[in-house]
């Protein structure tokens, strides 16, 4: 963190702090600084660690965003493009869409913000929109799982709301802090090496603000 400060200076700060806080209350006093502090992200280290098998980074970095839709897949979204403005950043937005379901009114919403990113971004052949037509839960499943050898990072919303796209995938959850497809890439069965972060779009009165670009998120990065 220290270097990242260094190597942009005048357009990030690096502040450290130390505070001992009781278990029930330590989340107020981080959203309280953040506050305070006017961030707009809070990173936020996941308990469960795995082995990194010591492997480099190529030079250019390969991010996905996983897009199934609502406010937690739209901050997702909101900080991959982001990312994307980086040279040595490629970034692939997997859309999943749902079989049978081309009308609702969900699908178009997605659609039309989708469709503004790509309008933000026309001049930026490292920002790509790709789409896959799923059943069910188990063929999202299969998909995610054959995408995980081919990026560095993926971004994950950590709310969805229910649909059959996640049909059967929350039974078995065992870390639903991470919510369901988080959870998924943190199993050990599933057996992939990729950096995950999995986001949740700040709210205020239990609503999701509307305005991701201004919004705080949280993020629980780890590597399986």
Not at 18 to 26: A, N, P
Not at 78 to 100: E, K, Q, T, Y
Not at 125 to 144: C, H, K, N, T
Request: proline share 3%; aromatic share 10%; glycine share 6%.
């Amino acid at each position: 963190m220290r270097q990242y400060e260094q190597y942009n200076k005048g357009y990030s700060t690096l502040q450290a702090y130390t505070s001992i806080s009781s278990y029930v209350t330590m989340h107020d006093d981080i959203f309280r600084l953040a506050f305070e502090k006017r961030v707009n992200l809070v990173i936020m280290p996941f308990h469960k660690q795995w082995a990194i098998d010591g492997n480099i980074s190529r030079y250019i970095c390969h991010v996905t965003v996983i897009f199934i839709g609502g406010a937690d897949d739209t901050e997702a979204l909101a900080h991959g493009a982001r990312m994307a403005r980086h040279p040595s950043v490629d970034l692939i937005v997997a859309r999943f869409l749902l079989f049978g379901e081309e009308n609702s009114k969900d699908r178009k919403r997605d659609s039309d913000l989708l469709e503004e990113y790509q309008v933000a971004n026309a001049d930026n052949e490292r920002f790509v929109v790709v789409e896959e037509v799923v059943r069910d839960g188990a063929r999202l499943s299969v998909v995610i799982r054959s995408m995980v050898d081919c990026f560095d990072l993926m971004l994950v919303g950590r709310h969805h709301q229910d649909s059959p796209l996640l049909s059967g995938l929350g039974e078995w959850s065992e870390y639903t802090e991470l919510g369901i497809v988080g959870d998924m890439l943190a199993s050990p069965n599933f057996h992939c090496s990729i950096s995950v972060v999995v986001l949740q779009q700040q709210r205020i009165g239990g609503k999701p603000l509307r305005n991701s670009s201004s919004c705080l998120g949280l993020l629980f990065p780890f590597q399986t």
